[in-house]
């Protein structure tokens, strides 16, 4: 029996994974995924957090994969590439998800703000546009980093370390982005509180977000930790790697701070969802003297190619096309009877009181 933190020689994960806990999370990640997708459909909000079922998706086939190579499939061979292969892409899997992840969140915040544009900081529509290109920078390092730095094969140790470092960097830009988030929410919550709106289904989101980055920003700090060591892993050299930091010797970290922290992000969503607490409907917006305002309903003219496009180029790109100074400078100027909007439509106000 291998004592814990022993390495194991030629092993793609320099231990010997246990076979049991990668089953428990493709397991769990897959029913959590199924509930997602049940609750987007039941609450009609798949733009809003599609990402979720995505990532526990790419979560379940990564720890499946991670399960497949437990069963005697993770020691290297330059004989064959198939356990390097599996490897490789169970790590990449893993690991692309968390910026993903921290990207819905910001689509929820922009939800938010879309919600209670007079109080937002920054223009809804600006949140996806700014924050999705640092996302797309994260995701693209992040790809590129461990693709290079999970290859043992890599021809020259700068080739392996190069990958550490771009991986290093995707992880920095996250945590960073995650400050600004948390100043940005905190802004709009303290706002909030100062008006006499009172929306438990807001607060709810919020508090929701501040677990999920939190959730987030320990995981990053771990990965931060863990490539901060330049170490080139060499798996046929068994003292080399008995000097490697104890977040790669010992498996337990990777559970308890990856498997776990993300495994119970999904499962935040999946009990706070925000289409269950957000108005469906995006046009839908909150008075200030907290009456919902039904604003006028914009019409998406653009075709299935560039929906599909907006999507996989994080909101940059293939955008719809807004006329006048939009809805969201007007809403809650004005609260009693009905109101003209920038383009000289009525806007009803539904008297029902706040949202639920």
């Known amino acids: 029996m291998v004592m814990p933190g022993e390495p194991i020689l030629l092993s793609l994960y320099v231990y010997a994974p246990n076979k049991a806990a990668p089953v428990f999370f493709a397991t769990t990640y897959a029913l959590s995924a199924s509930f997602h997708v049940w609750q987007c459909y039941r609450y009609k ?206 498996e337990s970290y990777f559970y308890v701070f990856e498997a776990t922290l993300m495994l119970l992000n999904s499962l935040l969503w999946n009990a706070w969802h925000p289409g269950r607490l957000l108005p469906q409907e995006v046009h839908v917006f909150l008075g200030r003297d907290g009456r919902e305002v039904i604003g006028q309903k914009t019409r998406d003219d653009r075709g299935m190619v560039e929906k599909i496009g907006h999507v996989f180029t994080f909101g940059i790109l293939f955008r719809q096309k807004t006329t006048g100074t939009g809805q969201w400078q007007e809403i809650g100027a004005h609260s009693n009877g009905e109101r003209r909007d920038t383009e000289g439509d009525d806007i009803a106000l539904r008297a029902t009181g706040l949202h639920p």
């Open 45 to 250: 909000a798949f733009k809003l957090i599609g990402l979720h079922p995505v990532c526990a998706i790419l979560f379940t086939l990564g720890y499946i994969l991670r399960a497949y190579s437990a069963h005697d499939n993770y020691v290297y061979s330059l004989a064959t590439k198939k356990p390097l292969f599996i490897f490789i892409f169970s790590q990449v899997f893993i690991y692309v998800c968390p910026p993903l992840l921290e990207l819905a969140n910001y689509r929820i915040l922009a939800r938010v703000f879309h919600y209670i544009p007079y109080l937002a900081p920054l223009p809804p529509t600006r949140v996806m546009t700014t924050f999705g290109g640092l996302m797309a920078l994260v995701e693209a390092l992040n790809a590129i980093g461990v693709a290079l730095s999970a290859n043992p094969s890599s021809s020259s140790e700068s080739t392996q370390s190069l990958g550490g470092q771009l991986t290093l960097a995707a992880i920095g830009i996250q945590l960073a982005v995650i400050v600004i988030f948390v100043a940005m929410a905190s802004i709009f919550h303290v706002r909030f509180h100062q008006t006499s709106l009172q929306s438990r289904s807001v607060s709810t989101v919020l508090w929701t977000l501040y677990t999920s980055m939190a959730l987030i920003f320990v995981r990053c700090v771990y990965r931060l930790v863990e490539h901060m060591d330049h170490t080139k892993i060499k798996l046929d050299d068994l003292e080399a790697l008995r000097q490697l930091n104890p977040l790669r010797r010992y």
